[in-house]
């Protein structure tokens, strides 16, 4: 659903402007205004590492661009809301895998998978896992997961979202949450084994994860 240049909405930035320094308050008081500038040095300052996130939710690139602009479309439209309480970049954050989760959400086939898994009898190492160099390599391992799978090792591995939140995300039972995360932990660990990006089986993954 990529938007053609004329449909782009105002508070998106144009490529190609030149980039201006400014603070954070600056873009903040900027951005507030709907001053352009301001608001393409914020999406400046935030897309690139947003788009990470997008990325680890996505199928593709295209799909996580897809996700980044209709987040920073929110993010904009809402930047009114933020108090000052804790980091701009964590409140963005947040509405980025808000994002993410309500597009994942309409997906089929993440309707159809995410009720299926009871993995209680799996044991896992908790803590398992390569240098940080290989993040690149985890990161294209993770997308090759489920995508119920994948949704619950990124919200509770990587984003920090409790089996609580996330049950109430995804409006699935916590049990749910937590038997997806397990078989997802053991899912990754055979593909990260099978391609070679860890050589032993009780390596620690957790922190393959927080290395990301």
Not at 156 to 164: T, V
Request: proline share 3%.
């Amino acid at each position: 659903m990529t938007m053609q240049p004329s449909e782009q909405p105002d508070c998106l930035p144009s490529n190609g402007s030149k980039q201006t320094y400014m603070t954070e308050e600056q873009m903040l008081a900027g951005s507030l205004r709907n001053d352009a500038t301001a608001q393409e040095a914020l999406y400046n300052r935030f897309g690139p590492k947003m788009l990470g996130v997008c990325y680890r939710f996505a199928r593709n690139r295209e799909d996580a661009e897809d996700m980044l602009q209709e987040a920073f479309i929110k993010i904009f439209t809402q930047l009114h809301q933020y108090r000052n309480e804790g980091s701009l970049e964590g409140w963005i954050r947040r509405i980025i895998v808000h994002t993410c989760i309500n597009i994942i959400k309409k997906n089929k086939k993440f309707s159809e998978t995410v009720d299926i898994v009871h993995a209680n009898s799996l044991i896992i190492q908790e803590d398992f896992i390569p240098s940080i160099m290989q993040a690149k390599q985890v990161v294209e391992c993770i997308r090759l997961l489920p995508i119920g799978y994948r949704t619950v090792l990124n919200l509770y591995a990587i984003e920090g979202y409790s089996h609580r939140e996330i049950s109430q995300m995804l409006e699935i039972e916590e049990s749910t949450s937590r038997s997806q995360y397990t078989r997802a932990k053991a899912l990754l660990e055979e593909i990260l084994l099978k391609r070679k990006i860890i050589s032993k089986p009780r390596e620690r993954m957790a922190k393959v994860i927080s290395n990301m």
